[in-house]
């Protein structure tokens, strides 16, 4: 069976290394099976475990909302503001 580091793992789902840490880390996505070498412990993926993480990745709430981002979930709720925002003077 061949294993995949985080590395590879990141490049097959289209992330960056970084991201898919951070997301292992949070415990949005599952740990993938940690080898010992040494002293360094190192994730070994399978094919299994990167189609897992695929489908679940559509699941995951991806960064900090921006004020659109939460003008437009509220207009799908129907909670979108009666009145407008005051536009701002140019000075």
Request: proline share 7%.
């Amino acid at each position: 069976m061949k294993t995949f580091s985080t590395r590879e793992a990141a490049k097959k789902l289209g992330l960056h290394p970084t991201t898919l840490a951070d997301y292992i880390a949070a415990g949005k996505v599952p740990t993938p099976t940690v080898l010992q070498v040494g002293t360094a412990s190192l994730h070994a993926w399978t094919e299994e475990e990167i189609e897992h993480v695929r489908k679940l990745l559509p699941k995951i709430a991806n960064g900090r909302k921006t004020r659109y981002k939460k003008l437009r979930e509220e207009k799908q709720k129907g909670e979108a503001r009666s009145t407008p925002r005051p536009k701002k003077k140019k000075t």
